[in-house]
C-alpha cells in the first residue's frame, strides 16, 4: 500500500495519485483549484479541541499521537474511506501544517498502514 504525506503549498505532482486534504480547517491562501485535490475529508482531520492543544508543539507530539490515534479508532467510516482509495492506487495525506515530521498526516499514514495490515 503507497500512502504519502505531502504539504499542500507543494505544487501537485502526475505521481501523487489520489490527494486528499486531511485538514479540518481549509489552507491560509490557498485557491482551491491550485490545490488540485480529489477529495477534502475534514471528519479524518483531529479535532478543534485537539488541533488547538496540540499547536504544533514538538513537546506534546506522543501526546498527541496517542490522542489522535483515538479519536481515528472512533471514527471507522473516515478511515474505511481512505483504506479504500489507498487499495485503488497511491493515496497522498495533504495537510496544511510546516512541520513534516509532527503533523496529522504523518499519524493519519501510520494508523492506516497499521489498519491495512490487520486487514480492515
Not at 504544533?56 to 483504506?83: I, M, S
Amino acid at each position: 500500500m503507497d500512502i504519502r504525506v505531502k504539504r499542500v503549498y507543494e505544487p501537485p505532482a502526475p505521481d501523487d495519485g489520489c490527494r486528499v486534504l486531511v485538514d479540518r480547517l481549509w489552507p491560509r491562501g490557498l485557491k482551491k483549484d491550485a490545490a488540485a485535490l480529489d477529495a477534502w475529508r475534514k471528519d479524518v482531520a483531529p479535532s478543534d479541541a485537539l488541533r488547538c492543544w496540540f499547536g504544533h508543539d514538538p513537546a506534546r507530539w506522543e501526546e498527541f499521537r496517542r490522542r489522535y490515534e483515538a479519536e481515528l479508532e472512533a471514527n471507522p467510516e473516515g478511515v474505511r474511506w481512505l483504506l479504500e482509495r489507498a487499495r485503488a492506487g497511491r493515496l497522498t495525506l495533504c495537510y496544511g501544517a510546516r512541520d513534516p515530521v509532527h503533523n496529522q498526516a504523518v499519524v493519519l499514514r501510520d494508523h492506516l498502514l497499521r489498519k491495512a495490515a490487520t486487514g480492515l
